[in-house]
């Protein structure tokens, strides 16, 4: 168990739908990373916040978007969805930004259907 | 064009045998991160390597970053079932992180 919890474990909808994936840090950790994984494509980075600000986009699509509360959990909000959106999400965190040691949570699968 | 290229994509052999997996890029990189993936799980860091010729161990893995620090191996001695999972490796470049497609290991009972 990494300490990183993520809700929910799995999703199901339909194309054009919007979903909110969340996600809770480590206990102390400032930063979040937020990551899709889908067959084709691997393991990709979309995003990253540190205390409340985003510090690096990676692949994040126009129609996705995150952000980081003060309490630090994050959300990632995916919308008009497509069948190419169905993939797992992972969230990571770190005590710093950018540290190389990052810690997964169990991700959320998505369906589009 | 992937950043980091990991070879080979696919391995399944014998508990007991020895392996070696390879993750290579076209840029020099500072740090190079390993990680292991088992199915519907995220993965979990094994190793950083920081120091190009550096190597680095952990029980029956072996951890090795050229010294050009370009390139890097992962090697297994005696794999066990346990060690079964997708090997990814993973570079950090201005504040974003780049993951290989990975090695996806099966190890034979």
């Known amino acids: 168990d990494s300490g990183v919890t993520q809700t929910p474990k799995h999703l199901i909808t339909a194309t054009g739908q919007r979903v909110t994936l969340r996600c809770s840090p480590r206990?102390?950790?400032?930063?979040v990373y937020w990551y899709q994984q889908s067959l084709d494509q691997g393991l990709q980075f979309l995003i990253h916040?540190?205390?409340?600000?985003?510090?690096a986009k990676g692949n994040i699509l126009e129609r996705f978007s995150a952000q980081q509360f003060p309490d630090l959990h994050s959300e990632l909000n995916l919308s008009s969805l497509e069948l190419g959106d169905s993939a797992l999400y992972f969230c990571?965190?770190?005590?710093?930004?950018?540290?190389?040691?990052?810690?997964f949570g169990p991700g959320t699968r998505l369906t589009v259907l | 064009t992937q950043l980091l290229e990991q070879s080979p994509q696919f391995l399944s052999i014998q508990e007991g045998e020895n392996l070696t997996v390879y993750c290579n890029s076209s840029s020099v990189f500072s740090s190079l991160q390993w990680y292991r993936q088992e199915p519907g799980e995220g993965p979990v860091l094994l190793v950083t390597?920081?120091?190009?010729?550096e190597v680095k161990k952990l029980k029956r893995l072996t951890f090795q970053f050229g010294d050009a620090r370009k390139d890097s191996s992962l090697h297994i001695t005696a794999a066990q079932p346990g060690d079964t999972g997708l090997y990814l490796c993973?570079?950090?470049?201005?504040?974003?992180?780049?993951f290989g497609s990975g090695t996806k290991l099966n190890v034979k009972p």
């Open positions: 390597v920081v120091t190009g010729g």
């Open positions: 206990s102390g950790d400032l930063s």
């Open positions: 990571a965190s770190s005590v710093v930004s950018g540290t190389d040691t990052q810690y």
């Open positions: 993973s570079l950090k470049n201005f504040n974003k992180f780049y």
């Open positions: 916040y540190y205390n409340g600000e985003e510090r």
